[in-house]
């Protein structure tokens, strides 16, 4: 939430906002609810008609680098999946994003997901109302459909998915 602008931008929309970091967010707004926290440990008090998670998920379980104590080896981003699911009112919906790539890659500060992985975390607690990949080349976003495209570096691979809570 702290990296990004779009919880205050959408908040400026009119939208009644909830966001949560491990960090302070510098940034007023009466649409805008901000909490420094985790978002794993903290007990929200209310559904959510929509929860978005830009580019976060897989930081989970990696968040040294943001003032956590985690380490890397765990399944923080399933449980986060979980937590997403849990929060939903009934027929909310959740969009979520990360990067992926054709295999996993070691020594890296995030947790990159493959194609196939994605899917299987994704199907235990969501249905895919859409899913998208996408893959840079020489600076420009494509769209692929076809796995053998997918790319080699998950700087280069973003997976975007609307769900919906089971």
Known sequence: HVA?????????????MTAIDLREYPFKHHNLSSIRGDFLKYEFNKKFD?????????????????????????????????????LLKQNGKAIVSFPYAK??????WFRVYTRAEILKKLDS????????????????WSRINDPKNDPDSPHDGVALFLLEGK
């Open 4 to 16: 990004s602008s779009t919880a205050l931008e959408l908040a400026s929309l009119g939208f009644e």
């Open 50 to 86: 929509c929860i978005y998670s830009l580019s976060t998920i897989e930081h989970f379980g990696f968040s040294e680098r943001y003032g956590g104590k985690d380490e890397p080896n765990n399944n923080l981003d399933e449980e986060a999946f979980a937590k997403i699911a849990g």
């Open 103 to 108: 295999k996993w890659v070691p020594d890296i």
């Open 125 to 140: 607690h969501f249905n895919i109302e859409e899913g998208r990949f996408y893959r840079r080349d020489k600076n420009i």
